[in-house]
C-alpha cells in the first residue's frame, strides 16, 4: 500500500466521520478504506482511530498525527499542481465553509460556474454559522461577515454588505413606526445569535457610532430564520442586506432608520498563511471577488 493512500483514507475518514463517507468522498470501497487506513496504523505502529460500533473517535494519537497528515496531503497536492501549472489547468481539492445564508444565497452559485470553468478542480463546500478552526479541520478557506477578531489567518476583503433594520407592514400597522435607533428600546427585537452582542447594535448618530440595546424574547442563529419571523410580523430586526433587500424591494419588508446607517458589513475570505498560495486557491478567491460584486449591489430605499 502506498503510504499516501492511507494518509488520505485516514484524514477522509476524519473529515467524513465513517468509513463509508469516507470511502464515497474517495470513490472506493468503505473496506479498502479500512484496510488502508489499518496498513497505515500498523506502518505507524500507532492506533489512531478508536472504533466502536457507534462511533469513530481520535486517540491522542491520532490527534497529534492529523494535523501532520493534512500537511502531507496539502503538499502533494501543490506537487501535483505545479506539475499541471505551465498547462494553466487547475488540479486539486478545496474545502470551503460559509455562513448558511450567505452560503445558499451566493457561495453554492459562485461554486459551481468556478467548477464549470475548471473541470480538474474538486469542491468541498460547508454551510455553517458555527466558527470553524480552519487548521485543526482541515480548511482551505472560510467566508465570514462582519468584524473580525484577531487572528493569526489572512484575511481578504471580497465584498461589502449594510445591517439594515426592518419590519414587516402588519407590524408596523400594529406599532409606531421607529424615529430613531434609541426607539429599539420600546420594540418586539428578533435578534441574530451569530452576531457578536445580540442584545445590542451599532448605529451612526450625529457622525459617531452609538451602542443600542435591543430588548426581545426571541433570539435565533440563522439570518434566514430572524428574516422568517420578521416577514410573520413578529418584530424588528436587523439583518444583512443581501438577505432581505428583494423583500424590501418588493415590501413584503420596509427599512427603518435609513438615514441612521450602521458599519457596512465586511465579507471577507480568510486562510491560513503559507509560504506558497495553491493557484486554485488564488483563482477562487479571484473568482469570489469578481463574482460577487455585482450580486451584493442592493437598492438602497428611502423608507
Do not use: C
Not at 492511507?6 to 484496510?35: P, Q
Not at 500507532?46 to 473517535?57: H, P
Not at 465584498?159 to 400594529?174: N, T
Not at 436587523?238 to 424591494?249: C, G, N, T, Y
Amino acid at each position: 500500500m502506498d503510504r499516501i493512500d492511507g494518509i488520505r483514507a485516514f484524514v477522509a475518514v476524519v473529515d467524513a466521520g465513517s468509513f463509508t463517507r469516507a470511502g464515497e468522498r474517495l470513490g472506493i470501497s468503505n473496506k479498502l478504506v479500512s484496510k488502508y487506513v489499518a496498513a497505515l496504523e500498523g506502518q505507524q505502529g500507532i492506533t489512531l482511530l478508536n472504533r466502536t460500533t457507534r462511533a469513530l473517535s481520535l486517540t491522542p494519537a491520532g490527534e497529534r498525527y492529523l494535523s501532520a497528515a493534512r500537511r502531507v496531503l496539502a503538499a502533494v497536492e501543490e506537487l501535483d499542481a505545479q506539475a499541471h501549472a505551465e498547462e494553466g489547468v487547475l488540479t486539486g481539492r478545496l474545502r470551503l465553509t460559509a455562513p448558511v445564508a450567505f452560503g445558499e444565497m451566493f457561495a453554492t452559485t459562485l461554486t459551481r460556474d468556478f467548477t464549470a470553468g475548471h473541470p480538474g478542480i474538486e469542491i468541498d463546500l460547508n454551510l455553517t454559522d458555527r466558527y470553524v478552526d480552519l487548521a485543526a479541520e482541515g480548511f482551505d478557506l472560510a467566508l465570514r461577515i462582519g468584524q473580525l477578531a484577531d487572528s493569526s489567518l489572512i484575511a481578504r476583503r471580497i465584498g461589502q454588505a449594510e445591517a439594515w433594520a426592518v419590519a414587516s407592514p402588519a407590524y408596523l400597522d400594529r406599532h409606531p413606526r421607529p424615529a430613531r435607533p434609541e426607539d429599539l428600546r420600546e420594540h418586539v427585537n428578533i435578534r441574530d445569535s451569530n452576531t457578536q452582542n445580540p442584545g445590542r447594535a451599532i448605529f451612526l448618530i450625529e457622525g459617531k457610532a452609538v451602542s443600542i440595546p435591543l430588548p426581545g424574547r426571541i433570539t435565533v442563529n440563522s439570518a434566514q430564520a430572524v428574516r422568517q419571523l420578521v416577514l410573520e410580523g413578529e418584530g424588528v430586526a436587523l439583518i444583512p442586506s443581501f438577505v432581505v433587500a428583494q423583500d424590501v424591494a418588493q415590501g413584503r419588508l420596509q427599512r427603518l432608520l435609513p438615514d441612521f446607517l450602521r458599519p457596512q458589513l465586511d465579507i471577507q475570505a480568510l486562510y491560513l498563511p503559507q509560504p506558497f498560495m495553491p493557484p486554485r486557491l488564488s483563482a477562487y478567491l479571484d473568482h469570489l471577488r469578481t463574482a460577487l460584486s455585482p450580486l451584493l449591489k442592493a437598492p438602497r430605499p428611502d423608507s
